[in-house]
């Protein structure tokens, strides 16, 4: 085989290629199974072992050089074709953009108006002691009032003696079902006159509906002061409501019972000639101030607890609660 022709040859051919498919029949002709080269290595073993030793030697240096031209040429239009595939004068392709969630939105806009108002934002645990989350907001044991909080209770066993500083640490554990116990723990550490809200998750075991999920937002909201009175809530919580859903909203103040407020009651929105119940609140009762060490007979207050879920279902027109926990793309995508 005429080694320096296959190569002379190979070499003009190669000038010749212009793009990558080109490149890739050059390879198949020269370096293939089927080209002149494969051909002669297959036909080496009916050599002497001389000629086999010397042809083979060269045939592989043949291919070693065919080898190099060809990766070569490949590298050049690899490094090319990067260039000539990006047209800048075609549309570029549309990026979904991520957003907020709804609940997300709702939360800021319900902080946003309290935050107007002069309330400061505070956080509570979402695993609360039986202390603060019932004993110390008048929820004694065996008292009917706690059935109104279905709750999830905790294996307190988990936790190691060392983690137990103080009596209080002893207590069972649980899910919050309400954000009320951040109540007392910010009235144990501040002497009024404060104005907090606390929003945050609360867990309740119970069964779904299109208006009740086993985990929600509330937000709760507590004034100390002097001279705080109900009338004074009212006002307030009007003005708030009003700010985040509408000046045209209608509202209902009913009676109602919690044992940490006297007197108590509950707030409710029409809409689409329904009444919804928006939030629970009160004039906090005498005994949590005791119970927080404030002094005698000084101070009023009045908290509340507001529904998120029920505020985005109003805002949004959504009609079932648990579309929100859903993860569902088409839900979601419409906000
Ligand atoms: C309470 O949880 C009281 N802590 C509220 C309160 C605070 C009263 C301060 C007085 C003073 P209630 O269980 O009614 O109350 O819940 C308050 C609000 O949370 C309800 O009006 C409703 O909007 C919302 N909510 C309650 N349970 C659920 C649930 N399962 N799913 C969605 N939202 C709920």
Known sequence: MDFKQLLTQAQNDLKQVSCEAE?????IKYLGRKSGLASFFKTLKDL???LKKRQGQQANEVRQQLQEWYQ???QQFSNSSTVSILDYTRPG???TQGHLHPLTLSLRKIIKSFEKLGFLVVEGPEIETEYYHFDALRIFPDHPARDMWNTFWLDSKNKTPSARKTKKDEEKLLLRA???PVQIRYMEQHIPPLRIISPGRCFRYEATDATHNF???QVEGLMVDEHITLAGFKSLITMALKSILGDNILLRFRPSYF????????????IAGKWIELLGAGMVHPDLFKVVGYENNKWQGFAFGLGVERFAMLNFKVDDIRLFYSSDVRFLEQF
């Open 23 to 27: 490149l890739e029949s050059w390879r």
């Open 93 to 95: 392709k549309k990026i």
């Open 215 to 217: 985990q929600f937002y």
């Open 259 to 270: 044992p940490f407020v006297t007197p108590g009651i509950e707030v409710d929105v029409k």
């Open 178 to 180: 309400h954000t009320s």
């Open 48 to 50: 002497s072992d001389e």
């Open 72 to 74: 070569k040429a490949s």
